[in-house]
């Protein structure tokens, strides 16, 4: 199968202070690299998970995917056509074929829609014509598990799950290739983001629909995800198969992470890897690698020179001088 | 293990809320103990009363409150009976609270320092030592250049920052207890790991008592003693931490540990839920309260509200009729 999306070496800079107040403070480079030199792609059906804290620059990614921040450096091929840099009123017909679920999407909207305009605005945005949208609102809210009922309720009427999964209806409204879903479970308990991941894993086999999850629970990326990526301060630190990375991680962050998310179980007894100290300014990247800072295997090498990409194998690949052994 | 003597001891506690459709029953007959020197975790998911049980430990209700029955008894007084002065001089002296957003209790407007030397004002301390016991304080939760940051306001800080100072500043006067709502819900895994590391360090070398809210089960895991399941206002099951996560005896709490993912090793297709909705508290229904999404309810679960029986194992009871003896004979 062919790469639905094809993201090379994708920077995102962002200004951080006006260039006066940066003179006057004498800020030589008053911009951050919110996204540093990101390669990845997605092939049709596949589902990828970008798994970072926050700040890690994922919503960031999210964004310039789909035309809503400057893409600085670097490429992006959907479909075989290089999208980035693209004027607004192209990325309006793109935005059909690569839809976004942002994070709370039924509470990002207006309190007055009922579910039915909210489920078939994306027809009215785009001008897609001769449709009955009582029938296609039928369609969506059946396929994601609510029901036709459902079209008259107002947004205050629907609980945590099925807010998402009216999310997810409207993503889904114009038959995408890829649904962009940027933590499709935050704020939600146990047993709902058990439903929300359910249908997401059950819409991608059915439909065939290509995901990219976003978000900072590696719970979420477990069962849904065919790859990962693991992010740190805008950058890969380490992407390979999900359950090679779980099983055999090769990066000390991504190492930390696993560990921060442990089995609910008093008798794991395994202490948590902690890692001190907070994640470093983007105005401020540490020296060489820049996990160095806080990373438990640090050597001298560590602090000065930044590690290049090793690859494990053709599809898990980490920046690491001393990488964790099997 | 004999049971350490109780610091705290709330008793059929309810509590209601008024609301312009009429009174929410947010908890009912709530009983539960705080062991001296224990942390006491309370999970359950969001609307099951965990916030409000944990506020009404020091009184702490918002205006539409009312507190319809039951007693609080801690260090020998019942709080919900004590005077408006009486109980200002316990909390944040022996009992203090953190916060889910620690500018719930951070001033924007007043320096660390500041803030610091007035939780003190009940001391017959010099300033210079309440200076040194503020610098000692923030060092030990985690602070760097402790002394240096005296003078800085709370936004100078970082999220996970500010909850280390929330934290500092609540045992700075060697509370009794501390309570603890959702402390980390809001901050990075890695910085959940050091906080709750953190915070363990502290408690056993200040030997307070602790009440941990969290819907992390994760984490209340690894910090609590003893755990206390709440759903829909109730305290559904209670034990010693091992006994909650090896022989969960409620429905409930097995279900709730069954659909957590960090649970399931291997990779599936369909993670388990708990289909239907939490009851409406305006009106709540007779029988069990969780009989509408029980894989088990029975007959009698419709009809009677079932009472705390025991389950196997020392100090551990569920509201489920299957442990009750005639239903086991049966
Ligand atoms: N429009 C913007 N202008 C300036 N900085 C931004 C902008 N959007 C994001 N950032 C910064 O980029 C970094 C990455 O943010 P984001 O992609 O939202 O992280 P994540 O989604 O991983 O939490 C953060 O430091 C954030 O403050
Ligand atoms: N001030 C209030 N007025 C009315 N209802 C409230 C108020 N605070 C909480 N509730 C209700 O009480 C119940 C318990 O809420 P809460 O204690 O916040 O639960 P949790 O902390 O477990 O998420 C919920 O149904 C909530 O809507
Ligand atoms: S390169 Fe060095 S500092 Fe960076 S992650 Fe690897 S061991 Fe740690
Ligand atoms: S009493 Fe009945 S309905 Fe309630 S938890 Fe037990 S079996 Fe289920
Ligand atoms: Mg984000
Ligand atoms: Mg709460």
Redesign the interface.
Known sequence: MSALLEVEDLRVRFRTIGSLRARIRGVEDPFIDAVCGVSFSIREGETLGLVGESGSGKSTIARALIGLNPVADGSIRFDGREIAGLGERQYGALRREMSMMWQDPVGSLSPRLTVRSLVTEPFRIHGVKGRDLDEEASRLLTMVGLGPDFASRFPHQLSGGQARRVGVARALALDPKLVIADEPTAGLDVSVQAEVLNLLGDLQRRLGVAILVITHNLNVVRHITDRMAIMYLGRFVEQGPTEDVFFHPRHPYTEALLSANPEPDPDAAKERIEISGEVPSLLDRPKGCEFHTRCLYAQDDCRRVAPGVTRESETHRYTCHHPLSE | MPQAEPLLTVSDLSLDFGTPRGRLHALRNVHFAVPKGRIVGIVG??GCGKSTLAHSLMRLVPGNADIVAGTIDFEGENILELGERRLRELRGQRISMVFQDPMTALNPVTTIGRQMYEIQYRSKRSSAEKRTAAIEMLERVGIPDAASRLDAYPHHF?G??RQRLCIAMALLTRPALLVADEPTTAL???????II?MLKDLQSDLGCSVVFVS?H??T???LCDDVVVMYAGEVVEKGP??EI??RPSHPYTQ???E??????KE????????PG?LPDLRNVPGGCIFKARCPKAFGRCEREHPEPYVAEGEDHVARCFLLDEEEVAA
Do not use: W, Y
């Open positions: 998911e969001s970082s996970g920052m990075d895994a890695t910085l959940e790991v050091q590391n819907h089960l994760g209340v895991a690894e931490v091992r996560f090896h279900a709730l540990f659909c957590d993912p960090g649970r399931i990779k599936t297709r369909e993670l388990p839920t708990i909705e």
